[in-house]
């Protein structure tokens, strides 16, 4: 029988943020050619701001996640 190991509560997040910071990454590489070759970057400029947020956004929320376990786990022991 398989044995399913425990999942933690921001494995999910952290996809996500590497998904996310791998994205911005390229993005963000792609807008710099574009603005030193001269051609129009607008797009991706927008795209990199739009994953830059979201990246900023799941940041904080595995903040908020990461500091709830310690009391969550408390609560769970009383």
Sequence with gaps: MARV?????????????GFSGF???AFFVITVVCEI???????YALVLLALVVT???L???????VRAEPEAAAAHRR
């Design 5 to 17: 190991a425990p999942t933690r509560s921001t494995d999910r997040i952290d996809l996500m943020i």
């Design 55 to 57: 990246l900023g956004v």
């Design 59 to 65: 940041l904080r929320r595995r903040g908020q996640l």
């Design 23 to 25: 994205f911005a990454l």
């Design 37 to 43: 070759t001269g051609e129009p970057a607008l797009t």
